[in-house]
């Protein structure tokens, strides 16, 4: 079988080459492969430039980790507000929270009229709806 092959001298090289090249590629790691990457930088750059280009690289990467930090401190003001007695700095909402889903439309009224700090006793829910309106409109 061997003999078509010796015959063309091309064929045999180009799959010794193949499976040299196979062998190399598995065989490199990480670590080999950054310093593969430092020496071609150093052969197309030359020594002078690339100080000039590692500057470069982290002057980028510092002003990538400030936007960062610039944008992670704009969204958590965006989520927090201050609130106006001077409190703690955490985002309120208007009233009390709720335990659970309210069973019947006098107990939603109740919990909207408590959360906007309505007196709600003793009034009908028509007599709470438009105070619950009242106060929202202004």
Known sequence: MLAPYCKSGRVVRREMLTLLFSAFQMNIGGSEWIIVL??????????????????TVGRAMGEY??????????I?????ATTPLGGDNKMHFM????????????EKLETIAQSLKIDYLGKTDDEIRALISKRIQG
């Open 38 to 55: 430092l020496l071609a930088l150093f052969l197309l750059f030359g020594t002078k430039k690339v100080p000039q280009i590692s500057k």
């Open 65 to 74: 980790q400030r936007a960062q930090e610039l944008l992670r401190k704009e």
């Open 76 to 80: 958590e003001n965006a989520t927090t």
């Open 95 to 106: 009233g009390t929270g709720t335990n659970g889903p309210v069973t019947s439309e006098h």
